[in-house]
């Protein structure tokens, strides 16, 4: 191979390893994976799910990762990972103080509701906020709990059948907690308008232009080394016909 097209070579592999694909996230269980790569699909965005050591990794060409990352922002992926009860009051081998006890409680349960919540289909994203005052033991005014929600929902989701089930569901899981006391917020996602996928070019502009180059740099060689060994065997054929 001749220098010029060994250095043509070299920059074809150097351009298609620049095209190649980019990570979105990482260190992603298998569900949440499929999720996402779904996500970008239905959108008309190409997306890959690689499988890594650490757990899986979502991938996308590097002329759409901009669009891909709204795509998911507006999706609610990946999913926010939720601490259980179970993980909040797991023994660490140190006595807590009942403040600190009660604040773990308030937390553990703001976090089961926010995740049963985004069970619900069509919810993306849920916070709860618990209120629970502490009762004081020579009062006996009782100080009425409450509670927030905020809920991301897809476009089109029937909100107001959906906020009654909601409040309910809070306030059978907080003792003492009041109808009235919950208050529910619901926004709506921004539309993702589905986009079919076109077929992708073989190659960028750019790569195309110096597979040309390289191509016609090989028939140039060729054709001049057909020319050398020509122009070498013209003198033999003439010494030929001479003796004959």
């Not at 709990?145 to 899981?173: D, F, Q, T």
Request: charged share 20%.
């Amino acid at each position: 191979m001749t220098p010029l097209r060994s250095l043509l070579a070299l920059g074809l592999v150097a351009l298609l390893t620049a095209c190649g694909d980019q990570t979105l996230y990482a260190r992603l269980d298998e569900r949440q994976a499929n999720d996402m790569v779904s996500a970008l699909r239905l959108a008309g965005v190409p997306a890959q799910k690689v499988a890594r050591e650490d757990g899986f990794e979502v991938t996308t060409g590097e002329a759409d990762f901009a669009r891909a990352v709204q795509i998911l922002k507006a999706q609610g992926l990946p999913r926010e990972d939720f601490d259980s009860l179970g993980k909040v009051f797991k023994r660490e081998g140190f006595v807590s103080t009942p403040v600190e006890e009660r604040a773990r409680l308030m937390h553990a349960l703001s976090q089961e509701l926010s995740h049963t919540l985004t069970s619900i289909d069509g919810v993306l994203q849920a916070r709860v906020t618990l209120v629970v005052p502490e009762r004081h033991p020579l009062s006996d005014k009782v100080q009425p709990s409450s509670a927030s929600v905020m809920i991301k929902h897809r476009p089109g989701l029937n909100v107001e059948a959906l906020l009654p089930k909601v409040r309910a569901l809070v306030v059978n899981s907080v003792e003492g907690l009041p109808y009235d006391s919950v208050s529910v917020v619901a926004f709506a996602a921004e539309a993702t308008p589905a986009v079919p996928i076109a077929p992708e070019p073989a190659l960028p502009p750019v790569v195309l232009a110096l597979a040309l180059s390289l191509g016609g740099a090989s028939l140039a060689t060729a054709a001049w080394l057909a020319w050398r060994r020509r122009r070498a065997g013209a003198p033999l054929a003439l010494e030929g016909r001479a003796h004959e």
